[in-house]
């Protein structure tokens, strides 16, 4: 039998550390070792429990959770889960701190949420069987990306897919795509309020246009289309002018927004016209979703274990044959605009 994962709970307010700490001990593979008011109790407790994940707040006295990360992944690396406030400054530093190395983020919950914290206990599992390996990422080097004249786009519609780790894997990916990109959509398994906020950044980061996506947007070179974190999926329709659909319907694998119901939409909307990508992230969304765009006709790709915060979506999308190259993450956007990029005689 597998040990249970050992938990070090870090939060400021007395009450959120109980409901955290209730709610990982609620499942016998959680071992909550420990609780931390600040950073300065924080640090202590891990020289002595030495927990497997840290789950972590942003808003914290003497010094912030964005400030303890750095250090940690700086002094001691290990798996850290932020747990933010679903506001747009809350969001703003998940997202750095996912930049920093933070293995994932959840949000406090809402007044009448049915499961609070959502899916910290398979995060907490996830991030405590990849910690023997766990480092703070490389710093990605500077990117320039293809300037417009050196692209020629084709007729092609790329869909990606994320979850866990994916935030950086986005940006590595967006930032090798020129201004002129294929239309391009996205589904990242992200709390409610963090798209909005994590498109914007995309925006900034890269060249090409980035948004979140909306109901009937029509997609067109140069713009990358984000799904909204919430109560509905995307797909594209319209196979005469391709556009965003967001639609109202339960959770698939888990999760709303999935990557299998674009990945289905765009397979049945695009097949042989497209370009499907999974990228890192826990369980299995998006591997059947990518094996229908195959049996389309798509190009896929996928990010191989070894460059993976988690390697499992991934992995069940190769064992299902759905994954025609596995790439290391660095390769993975230069390769999708070779896949793209117009034919010397026209556009495919």
């Not at 933010?84 to 293995?103: K, P, V, Y």
């Not at 084709?154 to 294929?182: D, W, Y």
């Not at 674009?262 to 909307?269: G, I, K």
Request: glycine residues 8%; aromatic residues 4%.
């Amino acid at each position: 039998m597998t040990a249970p994962a050992r938990v070090l709970v870090v939060d400021d307010s007395p009450t959120m550390r109980g409901l955290i700490s209730a709610v990982l001990s609620s499942d016998p593979e959680v071992d909550v070792i420990g609780q931390a008011g600040d950073a300065l109790e924080a640090r202590e407790a891990i020289k002595r429990l030495n927990p497997d994940v840290l789950t972590l707040d942003i808003e914290m006295p003497n010094m912030n959770g964005l400030d303890f990360l750095e250090k940690i992944m700086r002094l001691r690396p290990m798996p850290v889960i932020m747990v933010s406030t679903m506001t747009h400054r809350g969001a703003e530093a998940t997202l750095a701190a996912l930049e920093i190395g933070a293995f994932d983020c959840v949000g406090k919950p809402q007044p009448g949420e049915s499961r609070p914290f959502g899916d910290l206990i398979e995060k907490v599992k996830a991030a405590a069987r990849t910690q023997r390996n766990f480092a703070k990422p490389a710093k990605p080097a500077a990117v320039t990306p293809l300037a417009v004249a050196d692209f020629r786009v084709g007729r092609k519609i790329v869909a990606i897919g994320s979850s866990t780790g994916g935030v950086e894997a986005l940006i590595a990916v967006l930032q090798k795509f020129p201004a002129n990109c294929p239309p391009t959509v996205i589904t990242q398994h992200m709390p409610p309020t963090f798209t909005k906020s994590f498109s914007e950044r995309l925006n900034r980061l890269c060249a090409p246009v980035v948004e979140e996506a909306t109901d009937g947007a029509r997609l067109e070179i140069g713009k990358v289309y984000l799904a909204p974190g919430g109560e509905r999926h995307l797909q594209v329709s319209n196979a005469s002018a391709p556009c965003c659909r967001l639609v109202e319907r339960g959770p698939v694998n888990g999760h709303r927004p999935s990557v299998d119901v674009l990945f289905d939409s765009v397979a049945e909307l695009a097949g042989r016209n497209a370009v499907g990508v999974i990228l890192t992230g826990m369980g299995r969304d998006g591997a059947a979703g990518l094996l229908k765009m195959r049996h389309a006709g798509a190009r896929t790709l996928g990010q191989n274990e070894k460059t993976c915060v988690v390697y499992g979506m991934p992995r069940v999308a190769y064992e299902l044959g759905a994954v025609e190259q596995q790439l290391p993450l660095a390769a993975i956007g230069e390769e999708i605009l070779k896949m793209t990029a117009a034919r010397k005689e026209g556009t495919e």
